[in-house]
């Protein structure tokens, strides 16, 4: 697992308990903690990812769907669609209230 991640995941990694850093779930956890991944960067994520040239649609639907789940996991849904729209309507209020704030030239 240690090959697919990033610099910046393997230098935190490295600080992680050597018998707990085999299970992939512990990993996870630990790594999304350190990192302090907000569900607002999850949904900035969602909306502004692209297709890479070299994946193909299902690879990009899967990564999309994968970036979806973690901004859901973040928000604490538990499977409700009730809480699930509130929170992407709620951020999508508070994304419109922040372009309104900007300074503009």
């Known amino acids: 697992m240690r090959q697919h991640l990033n610099e910046r995941a393997k230098n935190l990694l490295s ?4 018998y ?3 299970d992939y ?19 900035d994520k969602v909306n502004s990812v692209s297709k890479d040239s070299n ?3 299902h690879q ?7 970036l979806f789940e973690y901004y859901a996991e973040s928000r604490k849904v538990s499977n409700s669609y009730d809480r699930l729209m ?7 209020i ?3 209230a922040a372009d309104g704030l900007a300074v503009k030239n």
């Open 55 to 57: 994946e193909t649609y």
């Open 60 to 66: 990009f639907g899967h990564r999309l769907t994968s």
């Open 94 to 96: 508070k994304s419109s």
């Open 86 to 92: 509130h929170f992407v309507i709620y951020d999508r």
């Open 25 to 43: 779930k512990v990993v996870k956890k630990f790594l999304l903690q350190e990192m302090q991944l907000t569900p607002s960067v999850y949904l």
């Open 15 to 18: 600080r992680c308990d050597p």
């Open 20 to 22: 707990k850093a085999h």
